[in-house]
């Protein structure tokens, strides 16, 4: 199994890049994000608390999204590794997501960590927002909080893993091509081993 953690700022190409890497390398994808905006589609109790701190560019509590995370992994038994995109995000989500890996035996292979310039983020997500439908890209202080919830929360997610040399950094500006080609070359170098 060969378990990858694609992670970056919101808007750093995380979905995009996620959906070619999948179809690529066989993963099964898990975006807590897409499973937390399929709740609010759902209108389920899960999904109008989660809307609720989504729509302020909060993060949702760390037990909800790991116990999506733990029903995903418990879903998939025969998957030959996953692709968490936009999990975890905090130091609590990823001790959670090392242990919950551990009692299957697998652990994380790669974190792969896009960077791109704060410019560039809201730039983005100004634009997404326009045919996305989604109330947490219209709006730039909603998109301004995300950021400042990544700073502050999300950014120790990388320190974490750096601890396990597991952290690659890879340039999140230029065409999706060449960024996904990056990924792949850090991928393959792993798999080859
Ligand atoms: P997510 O769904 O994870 O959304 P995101 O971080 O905004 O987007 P992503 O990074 O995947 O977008 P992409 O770059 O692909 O989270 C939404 C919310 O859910 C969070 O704010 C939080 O409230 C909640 N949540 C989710 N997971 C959680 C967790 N684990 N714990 C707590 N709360 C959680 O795309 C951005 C745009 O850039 C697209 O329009 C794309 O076309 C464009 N783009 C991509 N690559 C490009 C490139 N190379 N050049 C130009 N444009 C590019």
Redesign the pocket.
């Known amino acids: 199994m060969f378990n990858i953690i694609l992670f ?11 959906e070619k890497l999948i179809s690529t390398y066989g993963l099964i994808h898990l ?4 499973i ?2 399929r709740e609010i589609a759902a209108a389920t109790a899960l999904g109008l608390e ?1 809307k609720n ?2 729509d302020k ?6 037990e ?2 790991v116990g999506m995370i733990r029903s995903a992994l418990d879903n998939n038994p025969q998957a030959k590794g996953f692709l968490f ?6 130091e609590a ?1 990823s001790i959670a997501l090392d242990k919950l890996l551990a009692d299957k035996n697998t652990a994380i292979g790669v974190v792969l960590a896009l960077d791109v310039s704060q410019d ?1 983020l809201i730039k ?2 100004l ?2 927002g326009l045919t ?1 439908g989604r109330s ?2 219209t709006n730039e202080a909603i998109i301004s909080n ?1 950021i400042i ?1 990544y700073q502050t929360k999300t950014t120790v997610v990388a320190n974490y893993y750096s601890k396990f040399n597991k952290v690659v950094h890879i340039k ?5 091509d060449d ?1 996904f080609a990056s990924l792949c070359s850090e991928i393959d170098k792993r798999l080859s081993n």
Do not use: C, W
Not at 8 to 18: A, F, H, L, R, W
Not at 57 to 62: A, Q
Not at 172 to 176: A, D, H, I, L, R
């Open positions: 970056g700022p919101p808007g750093s190409g995380k979905g995009t890049q996620s975006s807590t994000g897409d937390l905006r989660a701190l989504m560019g909060h993060l949702v509590p760390d909800v999204v995109d936009g999990f975890p995000r905090t989500q560039e983005r997500l634009q997404r996305s947490d890209d995300r919830e999140g500006e230029g065409t999706v960024i």
